[in-house]
């Protein structure tokens, strides 16, 4: 299997940023990791293992960028406003720098994205807010509502970060008609601690009439990289 270790400068977040690939060729994949989780989580879990075949038959190339979870959501230690202006950030990463290195190395205009627990508001976050960009939405086990990370505060980039709020308000066609070309997985189970968010995710893109799969494993799964696993096996 190809892999590949990858660090350079970051001019949005202002500082380096390291990634691991996996694969040659294929659907790119990008890799949220889980809260606070770092870029080389998903292998490190047996990822690979799992999809190893996907990846030498040149199916499936998986990028696993690093997370900045501490300096955003997670930073207790200053204001909500600053957490927020930090995940913008990140997100101006994604965009300006990591997707044009991933574009270079696939050769694909549009990409698939993934995340387990965390890793799957950051997917389906980014899915949401970029439909032009992305193909492919998996979550596995996400939650969607950020007003836990914010203290009680909120302006309208907390809003548009938060798809349980602003996908209730959202009218535009040209969006809606993107979101209905995406193939989006809602992946959960019957003792998911995210579930519910799963369920309320899945009614507000059910009001907009947004096709997807809400998949709920009803075998007493919990909220572990074991579902996650066999999860993966499944979806990708």
């Known amino acids: ?13 202002g500082r380096d940023m390291e990634m691991l690939v996996f694969g040659h060729a294929g659907l790119p994949l990008v890799v949220f990791p889980t809260s606070m989780g770092r ?28 997370s900045v979870d501490t300096e955003s959501w997670y930073n207790k230690q200053v204001h909500p406003r600053v957490r927020v202006a930090r995940h913008l950030q990140y997100e101006r990463y994604l965009l300006n720098e990591a997707l044009p290195f991933i574009r270079w190395k696939s050769w694909s205009p549009r ?13 389906v976050n980014f899915a949401l807010r970029h439909p032009e960009t992305v193909s492919y939405c998996v979550s596995m086990s996400g939650a ?14 907390c809003y548009f970060n938060n798809p349980q709020d602003f996908l209730v308000n959202l009218n535009d066609e040209w969006i809606l008609g993107r ?23 899945s009614g507000k893109l059910n009001a907009k009439n947004v096709p997807h799969w809400l998949d709920v494993w009803n075998d007493h799964s919990v909220h572990d990289w074991p579902l996650w696993l066999r999860m993966a096996g499944k979806y990708f």
């Open 1 to 13: 299997m190809n892999r590949e270790y990858h660090k350079s400068y970051s001019h949005e977040l």
């Open 179 to 201: 979101y209905r070309e995406m193939k989006i997985v809602l992946g959960s189970a019957d003792w998911d601690i995210c579930l519910d968010q799963n369920f309320k995710l």
């Open 111 to 123: 990409i698939g994205v993934t995340g387990c627990s965390f890793g799957g508001y950051q997917a």
């Open 144 to 157: 969607f509502d950020i007003h836990q990370f914010l203290d009680g505060y909120y302006d309208q980039d």
């Open 39 to 66: 870029f080389y989580e998903y292998e490190d879990r047996g990822m690979m293992g799992v999809l190893g075949g996907k990846l030498d038959s040149g199916e499936l190339q998986i990028f696993c960028p690093d």
